[in-house]
């Protein structure tokens, strides 16, 4: 594709269409593209040494290219899409190793980043943009991919991240409170994520029939509804350890090595649709999977267990604490914080999650981004009656004190980064990862 909307990225004869963003201009680069050999610049406004089109709207320009130029070539693609606030990762990922352990060759595009037979890139967004998506899916094209799996989150769907694209395949969890910082409202939340479902054809729709949100995510026909009570595929949660769970669905019996009532939602999804494409043994497919980076990362320290997530929203914090309170501890030790420069109206309610299901609690610092990470923790704890709980605002700190605290058969939750290996501190990614300090610390 020799049209690009990264300067740094043109070659000699390339075409450069300056996209206009949130925080940038893709006008201010115009100069930079032509230096680096492009031949005609795409343009809202002004006058250049090489050949230009000026369109009204760029973006618009872009959507309708890619579309027109590329969008035959990438239909043969059976794409899956998962949107909701929590499990998206998870379940996303377990139907990527599930196609791909039956040799059906699947792409998954996420949070994780882009997986691709055995490659494997990072992203800057869950969902990326629009002329990133198309390159991944031509990529997939070329590579023999049959299926692609991705996470669609609600801010790809109002930024027009996923337009122009048909999926056959949409999956809903759950929605609980996140991302207000920029939606405002629940109802504009749920509205956004309900696009995903109108980006079909003829297609099958997965719902959490035990979500309060369903409504707004079920088709006209089509609908598999999956909970515990009066769905099509029913939930009986038989066991929880931390060696995995049992469970059943419609009376079958299947086991997963996935802990937590919220993960065998997860593993019911990936059911489904394995039950859709007619795959038989199904137990034989996720009795062996594990789940993705970061999420139920169980570390074992001494006759401890430490547990690293990406929780990062109340109902994920609620969910976590609870799902091992079923399990066999003595207690629960959480580390947590909240990110800068979003949502501010979650922060006194994850504390008071944190406090209440907790024996204790220390809070620190997430990516306070350009935010004093004092002033997060103020937020997270002013409201607090409970007092089982210390503020360290150095990450590192607070995870030293949280192993040197544990005593026989306590569970310490790391929650809130996972997968991350960096804090974002102001502009500027800080190599952190969780994972990697616990294991200094055990190893001492």
Known sequence: MNIKIDSRKI???????????????????????????????????????????????????????????????????KLIGMTGTNGKTTTCFL??????????????????????????????????NLYELYNMLLECVKEGIEYVVMEVSSQALSMGRVDTLIFDYVIFSNLTQDHLDYHKTMENYVL????????????FAIVNNDDKYKDYFLLDNKNITYGKNNSDYNIEILSTSLDGSYFKVNHEEYFTKLIGEYNIYNVTVVIILLKLLNIGNINDVIKDLEGATGRMDIIKYNENNIIIDYAHTPDAVFKIINAVSNLKHNRII??????GNRDKSKRSIMGDIA??????VIFTSDNPRFEKPSKILKDITYKLEKKNYKIIKNRKKAIKKGIQMLEKNDILLLLGKGHEDYQIIKNKKIHFSDKEVVYKIVRR
Do not use: W
Request: hydrophobic share 30%; glycine share 8%.
């Open 355 to 360: 406090t209440t299901y907790s024996d204790y």
């Open 192 to 203: 956004e994520k309900q696009k995903l479902f109108k980006m079909t054809n003829n297609s």
């Open 95 to 128: 139907i990527y190793k599930s196609l791909n352990k039956l040799n059906i060759k699947c792409a998954y595009i996420g949070t994780l980043g882009f997986y691709i037979n055995d490659n494997f890139k990072q992203l800057n967004n869950t969902t990326p």
């Open 11 to 77: 070659i000699d004869g390339d075409t450069f269409i300056a996209l206009r963003g949130v925080n940038d201009d893709g006008h201010n680069y115009i100069n930079d593209a032509i230096k680096n050999g492009a031949t005609t610049i795409i343009a809202e406004d002004g006058e250049y040494s090489v050949n230009t089109i000026l369109v009204s709207d760029t973006k618009k320009y872009l959507k309708e290219y890619l579309e027109n130029n590329y969008y035959d070539e990438i239909k043969k693609l």
């Open 334 to 339: 959480t580390i947590v914080g909240c990110g």
